[in-house]
């Protein structure tokens, strides 16, 4: 009775153990989810912190489209990658004025002129000629 309660036990133990290492082991790539912006430079000095991460988020898709939500903006498009070097092209935008404070136009010209990508854990870096910005994965 003991004998059958423990071994039941170990094989208990065993499956909540491995469910939690599979997550921890997946590599993130570029298109594991939704990015949320989190601070843009765009100089040595200058670093925007962004307040609302949820505001401008970018996903890229496998089939190498993307989709952006640029404050009160929709964005799409899609992408090319080679190494780390990224490239958008075919950006469509909703044209509304967002208001003061906000990260719309510079968020956007970021991702238009980006021209390459880091991934770090779950942080995405994306360079251009204005600077770079940092991204969280949600």
Not at 6 to 14: K, P, R, Y
Not at 84 to 90: A, L, N, R, V
Request: charged share 30%.
């Amino acid at each position: 009775m003991y004998y059958s309660l423990a071994l039941i036990l170990i094989i208990f133990s065993q499956l909540i153990f491995s469910c939690g290492t599979e997550d921890k082991n997946k590599e993130t790539s570029l298109t594991s989810g939704k990015w949320m912006l989190q601070k843009i430079m765009t100089g040595k000095a200058s670093e925007n912190l962004i307040d609302k991460p949820g505001d401008y988020t970018l996903r890229l898709k496998d089939n190498g489209t993307f989709k952006i939500k640029s404050d009160c903006n929709k964005c799409s498009g899609k992408y090319t990658t080679a190494s780390k070097f990224i490239k958008f092209t075919e950006i469509d935008c909703s044209k509304k004025m967002c208001g003061r404070g906000s990260y719309d136009y510079l968020f956007r010209k970021h991702i238009e002129n980006s021209s390459s990508f880091k991934v770090k854990k779950n942080d995405l870096t994306l360079k251009s000629y204005k600077g770079k910005m940092v991204l969280l994965l949600e």
